[in-house]
């Protein structure tokens, strides 16, 4: 059983830095992708910062140069190094992760690496809260 467990949230003011971890165990394979997620009340769930098997990093536009997505070798650790929060980067984090099986890298090619509907491993979710 996959679990994904994210920790390092919490409150800063604007300008400042946050490091979310998210612990990962169970996978029966390497993972196709890691990526962080975050969704704000009312709004739906973005993708922020994705990492492929082989390296290969995406960002959304709006954390370019302020966020920093990382991995340990065996995929058992996913990080984001957050600065220069903004409040609009208030929200909740999610730590998620696709399988390597045909039908999930057929769902990729299909939808794109960060669109959530790919993604079948979840974590709990850790809050961050920038105040201006």
């Known amino acids: 059983q996959v679990t994904l467990l994210e920790s390092g949230g919490g409150s800063v003011q604007a300008g400042g830095s946050l490091r979310l971890s998210c612990a990962a165990s169970?996978?029966?394979?390497?993972?196709?992708?890691m990526a962080w997620f975050r969704q704000a009340p009312g709004k739906e769930r973005e993708g922020v910062a994705v990492i492929e098997r082989d390296g290969t990093i995406t960002y959304a536009d709006s954390v370019k140069g302020r966020f920093t997505i990382s991995r340990d070798d065996a995929f058992n650790s996913l990080t984001l190094e957050m600065s220069n929060l903004r409040p609009e980067d208030t929200a909740a984090y999610y730590c998620?992760?696709?399988?390597?099986?045909?039908?999930?890298?057929?769902?990729?090619?299909?939808?794109?690496?960060?669109?959530?509907?790919?993604?079948?491993?979840w974590g709990q979710g850790t809050q961050v809260t920038v105040s201006s």
């Open positions: 169970g996978f029966t394979g390497t993972p196709w992708c």
């Open positions: 998620a992760a696709v399988s390597s099986d045909a039908a999930a890298r057929a769902a990729i090619q299909v939808f794109g690496v960060m669109n959530p509907a790919i993604y079948n491993y």
